[in-house]
T-cell receptor, first 114, second 114 residues
Framework: SQTIHQWPATLVQPVGSPLSLECTVEGTSNPNLYWYRQAAGRGLQLLFYSVGIGQISSEVPQNLSASRPQDRQFILSSKKLLLSDSGFYLC?????????????FGPGTRLTVL | QQQVKQSPQSLIVQKGGISIINCAYENTAFDYFPWYQQFPGKGPALLIAIRPDVSEKKEGRFTISFNKSAKQFSLHIMDSQPGDSATYFCAASVLTGGGNKLTFGTGTQLKVEL
């Protein structure tokens, strides 16, 4: 069966510090991978998605970047965090394009920028 | 045109009652409509999803009703239980070769009272 992991689970960082959140998927090959952000009491906003190694599409301009160094690894980064980067970050995966439509989410990372 | 509007924002239902959450969309290219359930501090979990070629889909106590002409879809939870208390999100996407990019509604907080 497939599982998706995110770490860390919670993170408190000062403004201006760097960020690296990691997401890994097990039990599947060539998944589509996604990063979402959820602000308190609000819906999910798609930040980045990837259909393959090194292929990243950005959905909204922002202070964040994403990378996919391996097939089942997706990383969200920032060089300098802003207060507005606080939120609940969720990684998700779906089957390769044209095969799987269901999208499954990881447990999330709660980021607080102070 | 990418928006998905969800209502109500919050809902209180008595145990055993029917919970109904509604969503409306504008983009007629959307062809995949999932519903997610999220408990506090957890990632969303896929509940049930529908494609526009059917008007209704039922899985256990959960039913999606889909009205293509009105561009609306709804989630019905029959025999609502206290364990159903959670936030529910509708979403929509266009299944293309570029991945399954979900557009989410703003969520409905459901509370099922004894």
């Amino acid at each position: 069966s497939q599982t998706i992991h995110q770490w860390p689970a919670t993170l408190v960082q000062p403004v201006g510090s760097p960020l690296s959140l990691e997401c890994t998927v097990e039990g599947t090959s060539n998944p589509n991978l996604y990063w979402y952000r959820q602000a308190a009491g609000r819906g999910l906003q798609l930040l980045f998605y990837s259909v393959g190694i090194g292929q990243i599409s950005s959905e909204v301009p922002q202070n964040l970047s994403a990378s996919r160094p391996q097939d089942r690894q997706f990383i969200l980064s920032s060089k300098k965090l802003l207060l507005s980067d606080s939120g609940f970050y969720l990684c998700a995966w779906s089957g390769p394009s044209g095969i799987g439509s269901e999208q499954f989410f990881g447990p999330g990372t709660r980021l607080t920028v102070l | 045109q990418q928006q998905v509007k969800q209502s109500p924002q919050s809902l209180i239902v008595q145990k055993g009652g029917i919970s109904i959450i509604n969503c409306a969309y504008e983009n007629t290219a959307f062809d995949y409509f999932p519903w997610y359930q999220q408990f506090p501090g957890k990632g969303p979990a896929l509940l049930i999803a529908i494609r526009p070629d059917v008007s209704e889909k039922k899985e256990g106590r959960f039913t999606i009703s889909f009205n293509k002409s009105a561009k609306q879809f709804s989630l019905h939870i029959m025999d609502s239980q206290p364990g159903d208390s959670a936030t529910y999100f509708c979403a929509a996407s266009v299944l293309t070769g570029g991945g399954n990019k979900l557009t989410f509604g703003t969520g409905t907080q459901l509370k099922v009272e004894l």
